[in-house]
């Protein structure tokens, strides 16, 4: 009987463990989230619950996670509704807040059950989705000056 080789693959360390290790992403999450609470959020916290629901999307739609789509859409309703009332501050409904709530609860769950390949590739495509985004708003920018 022929021996099968093992494939190599390239050593992904958990995203538990990686949590742990670098904590910042999830002190930035839960410092964002804490300011949404009290009142003081500024368009960085904003920005850090628009960051945290796409890469969610990008890793539930990865693992086909209904559920978690699911909150991802509930939180994508939630930040519409913040973005519209801002008025030089954020303001935040009892429902809205519960959507972040759950945003932070589920991304922080999810992403320590997962491997770390997966968060690198939904990190590389949010990354790679947000630079076609910024080029294309600045050539749209562009096209505005010059007529």
């Not at 290790?21 to 850090?48: C, N, Y």
Request: hydrophobic share 45%; charged share 25%.
């Amino acid at each position: 009987m022929a021996s099968r080789k093992r494939k190599p693959r390239p050593i992904e360390i958990p995203c538990l463990l990686f949590s742990q290790i670098v904590p910042e992403a999830q002190i930035a999450l839960l410092t964002a989230l804490k300011a949404f609470r009290e009142g003081w959020a500024e368009p960085s916290h904003f920005d850090i619950m628009l960051d945290t629901r796409d890469l969610l999307l990008l890793g539930a739609g990865a693992k086909e996670d209904e559920g978690v789509m699911m909150v991802c859409k509930a939180a994508n309703i939630a930040l519409a509704n913040i973005q519209d009332s801002y008025n030089n501050s954020f303001r935040v409904d009892e429902e809205e807040l519960n959507a972040l709530v759950i945003l932070v609860d589920v991304s922080i769950d999810f992403w320590n059950r997962q491997s770390g390949a997966l968060y690198r590739a939904a990190y590389i495509a949010l990354k790679e989705w947000r630079h076609k985004q910024e080029t294309k708003n600045e050539d749209q920018g562009g096209q505005a000056r010059a007529n």
